[in-house]
C-alpha cells in the first residue's frame, strides 16, 4: 500500500512533488485547479515537465487528480451540466499530461429528478471524457457518502454505470473508507470488508478498483454525513487499520484526505499513524 496524502499545487503544479516528499508520502493527490472555481489554471507547460521529473527523483509511486466538486455530471441544469463536463475533461487533459494513473471524480446528484434520469446524463458525459483518457491515465468514480440524490452511493449504483459505458477499459473505481462508513458499509468490520470486496470483485471486477481514499469519520455509520476526520480519531477509530491492512488493498494507493493538527490537511503524523494502524492489522 502506497499511502499518501492530497496535498496543494500552490505555486505550481509541481510543487506538488515537493509538499508529498517532505511528508514522506508515497503516492499524491492534487486539484489541477481550484476546486471552488469553475475557471481552469493554466498550467505552464514547463511546470507540467517538471512535476514528471520531480516524480521520478522522488520515487513517487501512484499519482492521482482529483476533480473539481462543483463537478455535476447528474445536474438536470443544461448550463452547470455543460461546465462541468467541460471542467472534467479538462481535468483528465491535465492528468494526461502529468501521466497521473488516475483521475478521481464525484459523480453528481440528480437534484431529484431521480437515478434513470441522472444516469442517461451521466454515462452521455462520460462518454465524451473517457475518450479523452490515455492507457495508464484512468478516469475513476469515487464512492459517495450517500447524501440525498447522490449517484455512486452504492456498488449497485457503480455497476450500473459500468455495463452502460460497456465496462469500458479506462474507467475505475476510488473507494473512500469515510463515504463507505457513512453509506452503511462499517469497513472497520472484516467481515463486512470482505463482502464488500468480493461484491464489488462479482460486479465491477476487482482490477477496476485503482484508488483508496483512508480517511475516519466524524459521522455515524448511516448518516450520509460526508465529514472526515484524522487517522483513529473518529467513529471508525483504530478499527480503520482493518481497511489499511486487508491483504488485497495492499498493492494501492491509499491517500489520506484528513483534516490534520492544524486544518490544513495530512500532515507527517497522519500518515505515520496510518502507517502504525496499517502495520498493526497486516
Ligand atoms: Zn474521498
Ligand atoms: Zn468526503
Request: aromatic share 6%.
Amino acid at each position: 500500500m502506497q499511502i499518501g496524502a492530497h496535498v496543494s499545487c500552490s505555486g505550481g503544479i509541481h510543487t506538488a512533488v515537493d509538499r508529498a516528499e517532505a511528508l514522506g508520502a508515497e503516492s499524491v493527490q492534487l486539484f489541477t485547479q481550484s476546486p471552488r472555481m469553475w475557471r481552469p489554471t493554466n498550467h505552464d507547460p514547463a511546470n507540467l515537465e517538471r512535476f514528471k521529473t520531480r516524480r521520478a527523483e522522488a520515487g513517487l509511486g501512484g499519482v492521482v487528480c482529483h476533480a473539481l466538486y462543483l463537478v455535476n455530471l447528474a445536474s438536470p441544469d443544461e448550463a452547470l451540466y455543460a461546465k462541468s463536463v467541460s471542467a472534467l475533461q479538462n481535468t483528465v487533459e491535465v492528468g494526461c499530461a502529468i501521466e497521473a494513473d488516475a483521475v478521481v471524480f464525484h459523480v453528481g446528484s440528480h437534484l431529484g429528478a431521480g437515478f434513470e434520469a441522472g444516469l442517461g446524463r451521466v454515462v452521455a458525459a462520460l462518454e465524451s471524457v473517457l475518450d479523452r483518457c490515455s492507457d495508464t491515465t484512468w478516469l475513476c468514480l469515487e464512492n459517495s457518502a450517500g447524501a440525498g440524490g447522490t449517484i455512486g452511493r452504492s456498488f449497485d449504483e457503480l455497476a450500473v454505470l459500468f455495463e452502460r459505458l460497456g465496462h469500458h477499459p479506462r474507467l475505475g473505481v476510488c473507494l473512500d473508507s469515510c463515504h463507505l462508513f457513512v453509506s452503511g458499509y462499517d469497513v472497520g468490520e472484516r467481515d463486512t470488508l470482505d463482502g464488500l470486496l468480493a461484491d464489488l470483485d462479482a460486479r465491477i471486477g476487482f482490477e477496476r478498483l485503482r484508488v483508496l481514499h483512508v480517511n475516519d469519520s466524524k459521522a455515524p455509520l448511516g448518516s450520509n454525513l460526508d465529514r472526515h476526520e484524522n487517522i483513529g480519531e473518529g467513529l471508525l477509530g483504530e478499527r480503520l487499520g482493518v481497511f489499511l491492512g486487508h491483504p488485497a488493498l495492499q498493492g494501492l494507493p491509499a491517500l489520506l484526505e484528513v483534516p490534520g493538527r492544524e486544518g490544513k490537511g495530512p500532515d507527517a503524523e497522519e500518515l505515520r499513524k496510518a502507517r502504525e494502524l496499517r502495520s498493526r492489522w497486516l
